[in-house]
């Protein structure tokens, strides 16, 4: 992982939420507060700002409806 993950990974750390790497498929997720999963590029998205928590959740939901397996 790059410092730009690990700085996003340590201010969610800050904020109280718990960030795991996840390997699905051959896919590096991360596990936010064992209920979501964020791609790198959302984990980044979300330290600069551009998505809130709500809003990923919201990603996550549409991936599930999008890809139920």
Not at 29 to 55: C, H, K, P
């Amino acid at each position: 992982m790059g410092d730009d993950v690990n700085s996003a990974v340590r201010m969610l750390h800050t904020q109280g939420h718990a960030v795991r790497p996840y390997i699905r498929y051959g896919v590096l997720w991360f596990e936010i507060d064992g209920n979501m999963l964020a791609t790198r590029q959302e984990l980044l998205e979300l330290a600069d700002g551009v998505y809130s928590l709500t809003e990923l959740q919201e990603l996550l939901v549409l991936r599930r409806t999008e890809d139920p397996g």
